[in-house]
C-alpha cells in the first residue's frame, strides 16, 4: 500500500497553478494572491478622529472642568475650515480629518453642549482619540505575501488601499457519480437494489464551500460509451475531473476500464481508512480523482486529495487544514497498518478539548458523519487509542494552518 503522506505528495506534484487575472474585490473571495499586495497610500490616508466629540488643544484640556468656544461642526466627510486655536473647539464627528492646530479629540460623552460654546467635563490627555495618518499601514508597506488566501478580511483591506488583486483564477471541476443503481437524490420511491445518490449533493456542497465553479456531469450509469463521452466533456470542460464511485479493486470495473483507456490513471491502494482505494491520474492533461463510492470515504478523500490539490491550483500557499491535539474521552480500537480518520464530536471541559466518537464508522454511516465535527487523525502504529491519550484532530471548518512543505517535506 501506499502511504498517505506519498499520495497526497503526488496529488500535489500533480497539478498546476492555474492562470493570474487581475479581479475586483467582490469577486476575488477564497482565491490565492499570485503576487504581493504593497500600500500604495498610507490607511488612513489622513489624521482622523476615533470617535464623536470635540478636536481641541491637549493643552486646553489637561484640567476639567473648562469652557470652550465653538468654532464649526465638521461632519465625516467634509473638512474644517478653521484651525483650532487656544480656547476653542471644533465639534467633529468619527472619522472626520482632524481640523489643523488639534491634537486630542473629548469624546462627546465628557462633554456639555453651551449655547456659544462646550463645556468640558472629563480632562483628557493630549492625543486622544486621533488616528494618525497610516496608523494601519503606510505607503511602501509589505500588506499580504503572494500565496496567501483571501479572506473577507483580506477583501476589505484591499479595498481600503483600492486594489484590484492578482490572482489565479477560480477552478472548474466537473463531478459525476457512476452506477445503474444510483438514483437522483429526489427520487421518491426506490425500487429492489437502488440507492439515491449522496456523493453529488456532498460533492457540491463541499465544492461550494470552497469556492470553485461546478460542472456537474450528473449520474452516468453502466454503459462504456456514455461513459467514455461524459469523462471527455469534464475533462475538456474543466480543470478537474471528481468521479465517485468503481475505483476499487474489482479487475472488470467498468470506471476503471474506461480510465485506463482514456489516460494516464493509475489506482492506488492508500494505506488509510477510510478511502483506501483510491485513482489519480490525467485525461488530455486535466487531473482526475477518482474517489471511492461509499459516501465517507468521498468526505475524506476530497479532504485529503481534492481540497489541496484545488488550494494549490488557486495559488495558495497554505493547503491542509489546521490540526490540533484533543484527548480522547473514550477507548477504541484502530487499525495500526493505516491513518485511520474517526468521525468524532469534539467538546471542553475545564479548558481541555475532548473527543468522543460520533457514531458507528463504517464508511457507508452518513450519520455519524453529519454528527462529527471533526477528524480524529490516528496515526499509522496505532492499535488502540486509549481514555485521556492525546489525539490529533482536523476540525472540518478549521482554517487551513500548515502548508504542503510543513506536512510533507521537501
Not at 105 to 113: A, F, G, I, W
Not at 202 to 213: K, N, P, Q, S, T
Not at 304 to 309: D, K, L, M, T
Not at 329 to 334: F, K, N, P, S, V
Amino acid at each position: 500500500m501506499r502511504s498517505l503522506e506519498k499520495a497526497q505528495r503526488d496529488v500535489l506534484a500533480g497539478v498546476s497553478s492555474l492562470p493570474v487575472v487581475e479581479l475586483p474585490v467582490w469577486d476575488a473571495l477564497g482565491l490565492g494572491l499570485a503576487s504581493p499586495v504593497v500600500a500604495p497610500h498610507d490607511v488612513p490616508p489622513f489624521t482622523n478622529s476615533a470617535m464623536d466629540g470635540y478636536a481641541v488643544l491637549g493643552a486646553d484640556v489637561e484640567e476639567a472642568p473648562v469652557t470652550l468656544g465653538l468654532l464649526e461642526d465638521v461632519p465625516a466627510g467634509h473638512v474644517a475650515q478653521q484651525a483650532v486655536r487656544s480656547g476653542a473647539a471644533i465639534k467633529i464627528m468619527t472619522g472626520a480629518p482632524i481640523p489643523d492646530g488639534a491634537d486630542t479629540v473629548v469624546k462627546v460623552e465628557d462633554t456639555e453642549p453651551l449655547p456659544d460654546g462646550v463645556r468640558i467635563m472629563a480632562a483628557t490627555p493630549t492625543g486622544t482619540a486621533v488616528r494618525p495618518a497610516g496608523g494601519d499601514l503606510a505607503a511602501g508597506e509589505p500588506v499580504f505575501a503572494a500565496g496567501e488566501r483571501l479572506t473577507p478580511p483580506h477583501l476589505a483591506v484591499l479595498a481600503s488601499l483600492g486594489v484590484s488583486p492578482r490572482v489565479h483564477r477560480r477552478p472548474r471541476v466537473a463531478m459525476l457519480s457512476t452506477g445503474d443503481e444510483v438514483l437522483p437524490p429526489e427520487t421518491a420511491n426506490l425500487g429492489p437494489g437502488q440507492i439515491r445518490d449522496t456523493n453529488r449533493p456532498l460533492l457540491a456542497a463541499m465544492l461550494d464551500e470552497l469556492g470553485v465553479e461546478i460542472v456537474d456531469l450528473g449520474i452516468v450509469g453502466d454503459d462504456a460509451d456514455t461513459l467514455r463521452n461524459t469523462l471527455e466533456q469534464g475533462a475538456a470542460k474543466a480543470d478537474m475531473v471528481l468521479t465517485s464511485g468503481g475505483v476499487s479493486m474489482g479487475e472488470y470495473d467498468l470506471v476503471k476500464i474506461i480510465l485506463r483507456e482514456l489516460g494516464t490513471i493509475d489506482f492506488w491502494k492508500v494505506a488509510m481508512q477510510p478511502a483506501k482505494p483510491f485513482a489519480f491520474g490525467h485525461i488530455e492533461g486535466t487531473p482526475l480523482l477518482g474517489l471511492p463510492g461509499n459516501p465517507v470515504s468521498v468526505m475524506v478523500a476530497f479532504e485529503q486529495f481534492a481540497r489541496p490539490a484545488l488550494l494549490r491550483m488557486m495559488g495558495c500557499r497554505s493547503v491542509f487544514r489546521a490540526r490540533a491535539v484533543a484527548r480522547s474521552a473514550e477507548t477504541w480500537r484502530t487499525d495500526p497498518a493505516k491513518t485511520v480518520f474517526t468521525r468524532v464530536v469534539t467538546e471542553i471541559e475545564d479548558g481541555v478539548t475532548l473527543v468522543r466518537s460520533s457514531g458507528a464508522q463504517s464508511s457507508n454511516v452518513l450519520s455519524a458523519l453529519a454528527r462529527a465535527d471533526a477528524f480524529a487523525v490516528i496515526p499509522v502504529g496505532t492499535g488502540w487509542v486509549r481514555a485521556g491519550d492525546p489525539v490529533p484532530i482536523e476540525l472540518f471548518r478549521s482554517p487551513e494552518a500548515r502548508t504542503a512543505s510543513e506536512v510533507l517535506g521537501g
